[in-house]
């Protein structure tokens, strides 16, 4: 595995080693706010964990389904169950993606260069153009949550919080970073066994949880919204930042929930 200063684009690795269970220490409180059992011993950046992505992404997606499940047993709508399950999943994580796709709406909406742009994302107000695209983002993953009955939901969520973390380090590999500092450039590069197996678990919880059609077509969503998600920020800003990495992330799980939806539809 090849180790780096983060602030350099060369690979970290990524792929699961020895030092498996402090990787998935390291991706875990990153990635969730929730507290973990051990002391974590592994000082690398983080991209080098990017195997566990989907891994820690399933558990969240399992404790936002719980939280439906739970509403919905107690008799609330399908909407309010949508809405405790979303509030669930952004407690668990402190909103970290919904965070990044926020200022990535204020700095691509409000910014007229790519120097401008940059610079409103890194402000932590948050304007117009990102209460906007929070609640659209909210309103149709709970409108697509809201079709579905329980166990649909539960295992659902699972699935597309897995993708969605599991597209990420294949984005931060295949993008420039556009900041010379920042949380995106302190992650570092995944290597490209970093970027598989994040990709390949994802694919396998996706199909494991879900009939194997509507999991590749999750899979294939979440790819392509986070495909999409990047082509923009390499356009209006020359790479990726923590921000677009956290709103590829919210991209790709609407639009996996999408796909769930709508084939559950057919």
Do not use: N
């Amino acid at each position: 595995m090849t180790q780096t200063d983060p602030g350099q684009d060369v690979p970290v690795g990524g792929g699961p080693t020895a030092r498996w269970l402090d990787e998935l220490g390291l991706a875990y409180v990153f990635l969730t706010r929730l507290p973990w059992p051990r002391s974590i011993a592994d000082t690398r950046p983080l991209m080098a964990a990017s195997w566990a992505f989907p891994l820690v992404g399933a558990l969240v997606g399992l404790i936002s389904g719980v939280a439906f499940a739970l509403a919905d047993a107690v008799g609330l709508p399908g909407g309010a169950a949508a809405m405790i399950a979303l509030v669930a999943a952004a407690l668990v994580t402190g909103a970290l993606h919904e965070d990044g796709l926020a200022d990535l709406a204020d700095g691509f909406g409000g910014g007229r260069d790519a120097e401008a742009k940059r610079r409103i994302m890194r402000d932590s107000r948050i304007g117009t153009y990102g209460v906007l695209a929070l609640v659209l983002a909210v309103g149709l993953k709970a409108a697509c949550l809201a079709a579905m009955d329980a166990d649909s939901a539960v295992l659902a969520l699972i699935a597309t919080h897995a993708v969605a973390r599991g597209v990420v380090p294949a984005l931060t590999r295949a993008l420039p970073f556009a900041a010379g500092d920042g949380v995106g450039r302190g992650a570092g590069k995944p290597g490209r066994d970093g970027a598989l197996w994040a990709a390949g678990i994802a694919l396998a919880l996706a199909v494991f949880v879900l009939p194997a059609g509507i999991g590749i077509a999750a899979a294939l969503a979440a790819a392509a919204a986070a495909g999409l998600v990047g082509a923009l920020a390499r356009r209006q800003i020359g790479g990726v930042t923590g921000d677009v990495l956290g709103a590829a992330e919210q991209a790709a799980e609407a639009a996996a929930l999408a796909a769930v939806a709508a084939y559950l539809a057919l």
